[in-house]
Nanobody, 119 residues
Framework: QVQLVESGGDLVQPGGSLRLSCVASGSGFSINSMAWYRQVPGKQRELVATITSGGDTTYGDAVKGRFTFTSDNAKNAGYLQMNNLKPEDTAVYYC?????????????WGQGTLVTVSS
């Protein structure tokens, strides 16, 4: 019953920045962790970043030092700040959230938001 709404994808020039948002909604749930994945047509979905409910983060090697994952627990939201974007960052970005609802653990994918980095 938990749903994710993603936003923030856009067309941006190389070196530019974007901020992606992922907001979870539902009743009686708590988020255990969030992750951002990205996928290019014809290629495997790639893990970009993760964050726990305690705020601990991890990043894929391709984005380390350029992307920052933050969260607002009160809003059940996660944000991916993407700086110094490169053409190879072009992909559909998906939010993935693990949560507990009524004592049951589950997970859900967002709908995806398109990021295009091009001059």
């Amino acid at each position: 019953q938990v749903q994710l709404v993603e936003s923030g994808g856009d067309l941006v020039q190389p070196g530019g920045s974007l901020r992606l948002s992922c907001v979870a909604s539902g009743s009686g749930f708590s988020i255990n962790s969030m992750a951002w994945y990205r996928q290019v047509p014809g290629k495997q979905r790639e893990l970009v970043a993760t964050i726990t409910s305690g705020g601990d983060t991890t990043y894929g090697d391709a984005v380390k030092g350029r992307f920052t994952f933050t969260s607002d627990n009160a809003k059940n939201a996660g944000y991916l700040q993407m700086n110094n974007l490169k053409p190879e960052d072009t992909a559909v970005y998906y939010c993935y959230t693990r949560y507990s609802q009524y004592h049951i653990n589950n997970a859900v994918w967002g709908q995806g938001t398109l990021v295009t980095v091009s001059s």
